[in-house]
């Protein structure tokens, strides 16, 4: 889509026409963007960093610093002009999803206590769905993946933003993709991707009891991740990844393959690949308990 195709959508000014492919926050890694961008101290910090940027929309003052190689529009408010957008392409094209009606294998055994979606919904061969488990629209189920009791796939996530004096969800147009061998435990919950793609979790990946996965998070395979954890926005988890009961990971955060979180730890940085953190706000284990240790003294 170019941005011309968006003007009397929203009220902008176009300066530079170009493509994008996909809506996105400056921090997020879809192809061909179009990002917002509200304020000068993210101009440096991440709009000049992410080369998966091709268009902006941003006041009038900031546009002589963007690029002559990305696409530009200004508004008075870019950041409700974005969302504006996002709005428009959620409810009134197909740009981010386009219907089908529900495939499920006949291999796959669906209690008749469950709920799926009549569209948009795929279930692959082996998979198991207990009683009270609703799978809404826009959700992607591999092969031999066994989602328990009361369990919800898809659900819309927790993103609010405030505009003048009402405060909104902004609505989530993305899919949760679960891929083969996954298990995910009663009354956990699993959150639409806000934009295009996919919350997405890893072949084998075991996800425990009352454990909420937000939107746009990544989870890679052969995870384990206890009953109560938390992970929100836009965490992205490698491989053979161990979380432990009520962990709380911050948006945003990145934890390497075979790292660990201990139980109840709040995690507000990067996780180095094979580091094992502990405690609120999460260190590295061994720094974790010395400190307590001091305490104890």
Known sequence: MRLSELT???????????????????????????VVLYDAKFLRRELLKNDRVACVIAPRELAPAIPDSLGLAVAEDPRGCFYEIHDHLWR?????????DSE???????????????????????????????????????EEVVLRAGSVIGAEGFDPKAFGDTVRI??????VAIRD?????????????????????????????????SHNVRIGKRCRIASGACLMGSVRIGNDVWIGPNATISNQIRVGDGAAVSLGAVVVRDVPAGQRVSGNFAVE??????????LLQ
């Not at 209690?111 to 769905?129: D, L, Q």
């Not at 902004?170 to 899919?175: E, S």
């Not at 956990?188 to 996965?213: H, M, P, Q, Y």
């Not at 284990?285 to 001091?294: E, I, Q, T």
Request: proline share 5%; aromatic share 8%.
């Open 8 to 34: 009397g959508i929203a009220p902008f000014e176009l300066v530079r026409d170009s493509e994008f492919e996909s809506l996105g926050l400056l921090s997020h890694d879809a192809p061909r963007m179009l």
């Open 181 to 213: 061998r996954v298990e995910i435990q009663a009354n956990s919950v699993v959150c639409r991707c806000v934009f295009r793609g996919f919350t997405e979790i890893g072949e084998d990946t075991k996800i425990s009891t009352l454990v909420n996965v």
């Open 285 to 294: 284990h061994r720094r974790f308990l010395a400190s307590f240790r001091n």
């Open 92 to 100: 009134h094209t197909d740009f981010y999803w386009s219907d089908f």
């Open 104 to 142: 499920i294998s006949p291999e796959a055994r669906v209690h008749a206590a469950a709920c799926v979606a009549p569209r948009n919904v795929r279930i692959g061969r082996g998979t198991v769905i207990e009683p009270n488990v609703t799978v809404l629209e826009h959700c992607l189920i591999g």
């Open 170 to 175: 902004i609505p989530h147009a993305g899919g």
